[in-house]
């Protein structure tokens, strides 16, 4: 016992100041998405839009769901629960009571999700999931309101807890669940998995059209991509030299998470993973960022500035040795009793993870799952698995106009042609808009069909009313990927027409 919890400190022991900064970075991405998703505020979370409510409840709600926002279907009420998120995202980011915040603003963002699924993606499940592992982490503890609120000063910034092994497990069970997710022969024998990535015009970045001509180079970070998900999270369980595999990790997910931003439109995927690494960060690479740059950092700041910036408290150095952690036993009754809460759900976690995967396991059995959508633990890291995505293509709004003409509603209503244009990413609004197309294509959600149809149409009548369009198909215009630079022929795919009469 007493190695297993040397080596649990030597593991999972993270630094107070990387937290604090992975708080910060968190709440900047929460803001972020609220802003990208207001853009949309009608179209995705009202009844006037794509996804009413009726809808949602029938077709793609789970019983066990928890959603403030399914409450109304007005755009106004919305906005009132976006304005209500924005603010404690701003607690959060400021740190102001810190844990109320990281409460509310989780609660508010699992609310939000539920409200419209259908423009979900991989980097939404991480961002919930660490903000639910941050309401059991003191990471108000510096760079915020609370600290400067302290009795006394903090002279330890090393940490362990329940709440760091989960958090530290959560990003080691990411990437190596969604390594065993890719069992198809591209990924593990063939090493095409991104030249199909690649292929998707949906979501091909000026990067990724840069070294798309090279299969070779493809065949190598493919493969490159495969073992680092796969092995890189096993250096976190390092107990020797933990500080500098921690540098390690932290600076490959960096660099790993740029090149995917730069070459794969994946909206804020890259920037909630990046966030999940800056945790990890290490007190030698804390004091030295504190040197380098949070000190530098406060002395352009003259005036009311100067003294507000004064008011923050920076930690010691790592001079300070390493205070004895008393035994769990003799911890308080309130600690002991959050331990083994978060112990218990970071269990669930695991085997929730681990059932998903090829992995020969006792699964978690479907009468257990409940718990999981209660609390949106339930996660599946399945990017790019089992294989690539290879039905790409574009979408045509066709409206026929009471003139007779046909137009492209997708090009700002130029007549209709079937060519691929020059950007097909530069179709989408933004990548929620993005997911819902790719959603849009499944048969299983052929619900969604006619709501986009008739809203796309709505909108496009009350903006052009000299030129209203009184029938509409959605077109899909899908092209294959073929290996080997095949170029296939589009076919012309109607997924669903409505019609605008007048009376």
């Keep these: 016992m007493n190695y297993l919890g040397w080596y649990l400190r030597k593991v999972f022991t993270v630094d107070l100041r990387a937290i604090a900064v992975m708080r910060i970075w968190l709440a900047g991405i929460v803001l972020t998405d609220l802003a990208i998703r207001a853009s949309d505020l009608e179209a995705h979370y009202s009844n006037m839009g794509v996804l009413p409510l009726h809808v949602l409840h029938q077709h793609a709600w789970n019983p066990y769901y928890f959603s403030l926002h399914a409450l109304s279907g007005l755009w106004q009420f919305q906005a009132v629960l976006f304005a209500g998120a924005a603010i404690s995202a701003l607690c959060l980011l400021f740190g102001y009571k810190t844990r109320v915040a990281t409460v509310v603003t989780w609660l508010l963002l699992l609310s939000l999700q539920n409200r419209n699924v259908l423009i979900s993606q991989g980097g939404d499940d991480l961002l919930r999931m660490l903000l639910f592992w941050g309401i059991f982490l003191p990471w108000g503890r510096c760079y915020s309101y609370d600290a400067t609120k302290a009795a006394s000063p903090l002279l330890e910034t090393r940490y362990f807890s329940a709440a760091t092994v989960a958090y530290i497990l959560q990003i080691f069970l990411v990437y190596f669940c969604t390594a065993l997710l890719k069992i198809a022969p ?70 790993f998470h740029i090149g995917i931003s730069l070459t794969l439109f994946v909206g804020l995927f890259y920037l909630i993973n990046i966030a999940s690494a800056v945790g990890l960060l290490p007190p030698v690479a ?82 257990g799952r409940w718990f999981g959508y209660l609390l949106r633990t339930d996660q599946h890291w399945g990017m790019f698995s089992p294989a690539v995505f290879k039905d790409d293509g574009w979408y045509v709004l066709e409206g026929s106009t009471a003139s007779g003409r046909s137009i492209d509603l997708n090009q700002q209503g130029k007549e209709v042609d079937y060519i691929k244009p020059a950007s097909v ?79």
């Design 425 to 503: 990413m530069a179709l989408f609004k933004n990548d929620r808009w993005r997911k819902y197309s790719e959603n849009y294509l499944y048969i299983h959600n052929s619900f969604m069909r006619p709501y986009y149809c008739n809203y796309v149409v709505r909108r496009w009548n009350e903006a052009h009313p000299n030129q209203p369009i009184q029938e509409l198909q959605v077109i899909y215009m899908k092209e294959v990927s073929l290996p080997d630079y095949q170029v296939a022929t589009p076919t012309k795919e109607v997924l669903c027409t409505c019609a605008n009469l007048p009376e």
């Design 186 to 255: 591209e990924w593990r024998e063939e090493g095409t998995a991104l030249y199909y990535a690649l292929s998707l015009d949906q979501i091909l970045m000026p990067v990724g059209r840069l070294i798309y001509p090279y299969p070779e180079l493809l065949r190598f970070l493919t493969f490159f991509t495969f073992y680092t998900e796969l092995l890189l999270p096993f250096l976190l369980l390092i107990p020797f030299k933990n500080w500098f595999f921690r540098l390690v990790v932290a600076g490959v997910l960096l660099c």
């Design 286 to 367: 804390m004091d030295w960022a504190e040197r380098r740059f949070l000190a530098s950092f406060r002395r352009p700041f003259t005036g009311q500035f100067q003294h507000i910036f004064r008011r923050i408290k920076f930690p010691a150095s790592m001079q300070v040795q390493v205070r004895l952690h008393r035994p769990f036993l003799k911890q308080p009754v309130q600690r002991q009793i959050r331990e083994g809460v978060v112990a218990f759900l970071l269990l669930y976690c695991i085997w929730w993870n681990l059932s998903g995967t090829i992995l020969n396991l006792p699964k978690l059995p479907d009468e």
